[in-house]
C-alpha cells in the first residue's frame, strides 16, 4: 500500500473539509481522529489525521502535530499537509507559524507556502489581504471570534508575528501567469531567506496552478482549497488513478438531529432557519455555570420530539451574549461548559436512535466525536462547500453513524434542512 498524502489539520471539521475536497477529487481518504495507534486501513491514497489543536497552547499543539507527523511518515507519505481554517484563525502568538516551523525542521525543508483561500466558501486572497466574500478578515464576522478574533487581515503581517523568519509575498501579478510563474516566484524568495510565501488566490484555477506549482515541495500549509490542485500532481506521475466512488458511503439509518456550538454569522443564521421549521432546544452557559440539569432537560426534550424529525439543539449566540458570558465566566470556562455538555448530550441522542447528526462548530466537533468514540471517518458526498458527509467509524464495532462536521462559518442558511437529502 502506498499513501500518497500525509494530512494533519488543526481541528476536526477542518479535518472533514480537506479530507472532503480530496474524496471529491478522486482520491481514496480517511479521516483519523487524532493521532492512531493502528496501521492505516488498506487501499487508500490519502490520510487526514484531525487534531483539537487549533486554540492549544503553542507548545502542545506542536508536540500534537509532530506525533502525527511522525505516524505519517512511518506511513510512507509522499508528501505532506498541514491544514488551518480558511480564516487563518489564530492569535499572534498562535499556532499555525510555531506547527509551520516544527513540521518543517522535522521534515528538514527550508520553504513552504501559506494559503488559506477558499473561493467557494467566499475567502480570497489579494496582495496578501484575505477576504471574506467582500470584506477584509478583519472587518468581518470574525473580528468577534470568542477564541481566535481576527483583527487583521495582513496574512504577512499575522504570520511574520508567528514565525522566526521572513515571510513573502507570491502576488495575483504571479498567480495569474500560472504554475510555472509561481514557481519562479518561490525561487526567488527562497533566495531572499523567505521561509514562507503567502499566495494570492482568487479562484479556483488558481489554487490548482499553486497547488501544480507545490508539486516537489514536502510541506504544504494552507485551507483546505489548494487540496484542488494536488491530485493531479501524482497522476502526473503515475502515481494516481481517479477513483468515481470515492464519495461512497455505506447506509445509516436512524433519527435524525443537529447540535450547534459555533458562534459564527452563517451558524446563527442557519440556527435561525431550521428554529422556523423544526424543534429546538437552548443550551445556556450561565444555567450549566449554575448547576442546572440542562443535559438531562435536553435529552428529556429531544425524547418527545425527535421521532416527528429532525431536532435542534444548540448553543449559538450573538457576539454580545458570548462576551457577557465569558466576562462572567472566563473564556475558557465558559466555552468547556457549553462542549462538555453538547458532547453528553451528542452521547444520549445517540443511545436514543439518532443515526445521522450534522455538529456545527470546530469545537464542538471535537468534544462530540471524541464523546461518541469515533476513531475515523470514510468521507462521502458533499453538501456544500467543504461539508461532506461521512460516517464514523467507531470503537466497540457500534452501528454506523453518519456524521456531518460543518466548521462554523461554512454553508448555506437551509444548510440544516437540506444535508439530510445527501444521504443515500
Keep these: 500500500m502506498t499513501v500518497l498524502l500525509g494530512c494533519i489539520a488543526d481541528d476536526f471539521t477542518g479535518g472533514t473539509d480537506l479530507a472532503g475536497m480530496l474524496v471529491k477529487a478522486g482520491m481514496r481518504t480517511v479521516q483519523l481522529i487524532g493521532v492512531p495507534t493502528e496501521p492505516l486501513p488498506d487501499d487508500i491514497d490519502a490520510v487526514v489525521i484531525a487534531l483539537k489543536s487549533r486554540t492549544n497552547p503553542a507548545a502542545d499543539a506542536v508536540a500534537e502535530s509532530l ?171 503515475g502515481l ?67 421521532e416527528q424529525g429532525p431536532v435542534l439543539v444548540y448553543a449559538t449566540s450573538t457576539p454580545e451574549t458570548v462576551r457577557a458570558v465569558q466576562t462572567q465566566l472566563g473564556v475558557e470556562r465558559a466555552g468547556l461548559l457549553v462542549e462538555e455538555a453538547l458532547a453528553a448530550i451528542a452521547q444520549g441522542l445517540v443511545r436514543m436512535g439518532v443515526g445521522q447528526l450534522i455538529v456545527a462548530g470546530g469545537e464542538t466537533s471535537g468534544a462530540v466525536v471524541k464523546a461518541l468514540g469515533v476513531t475515523g471517518l470514510h468521507i462521502g458526498p458533499e453538501i456544500d462547500p467543504g461539508v461532506p458527509w461521512t460516517v464514523g467509524l467507531q470503537a466497540g464495532g457500534t452501528s454506523p453513524l453518519a456524521l456531518a462536521l460543518k466548521s462554523g462559518n461554512f454553508g448555506s442558511e437551509d444548510f440544516f434542512l437540506k444535508a439530510w437529502s445527501r444521504l443515500s
Design 240 to 306: 494516481l488513478k481517479r477513483d468515481d466512488a470515492a464519495d461512497r458511503l455505506p447506509a445509516t439509518g436512524g433519527l435524525r438531529a443537529v447540535i450547534a456550538g459555533s458562534c459564527s454569522v452563517a451558524t446563527q443564521r442557519q440556527v435561525a432557519v431550521m428554529r422556523e421549521q423544526a424543534p429546538s432546544f437552548h443550551v445556556d452557559a450561565l444555567e450549566l455555570a449554575r448547576g442546572v440539569e440542562v443535559v438531562a432537560a435536553a435529552l428529556d426534550w429531544a425524547r418527545e420530539h425527535i
Design 67 to 237: 506525533a502525527a507527523l511522525r505516524y505519517l511518515q512511518e506511513a510512507g507519505c509522499k508528501q505532506f499537509y498541514f491544514k488551518y481554517c480558511s480564516t487563518f484563525d489564530s492569535t499572534p502568538t498562535g499556532n499555525i507559524g510555531p506547527v509551520a516551523e516544527a513540521l518543517m525542521q522535522a521534515l528538514e525543508t527550508d520553504f513552504t507556502i501559506a494559503c488559506p483561500a477558499f473561493p467557494a466558501n467566499g475567502r480570497t486572497i489579494y496582495k496578501g489581504y484575505l477576504f471574506v466574500g467582500n470584506e477584509l478578515l478583519s472587518e468581518s464576522g470574525m473580528r468577534n471570534h470568542p477564541l481566535t478574533p481576527m483583527t487583521d487581515a495582513s496574512l504577512v503581517r499575522v504570520l511574520q508575528q508567528q514565525v522566526s523568519s521572513p515571510v513573502g509575498l507570491a502576488d495575483y501579478t504571479v498567480v495569474e501567469q500560472g504554475a510555472a510563474a509561481i514557481s519562479e516566484r518561490f525561487a526567488a524568495l527562497r533566495a531572499q531567506g523567505c521561509r514562507f510565501a503567502i499566495v494570492d488566490a482568487v479562484s479556483n484555477q488558481d489554487l490548482e496552478a499553486i497547488g501544480e506549482a507545490c508539486a516537489d515541495l514536502p510541506l504544504i500549509t494552507g485551507g483546505s482549497g489548494i487540496a484542488l490542485g494536488l491530485p493531479e500532481n501524482f497522476r502526473r506521475r
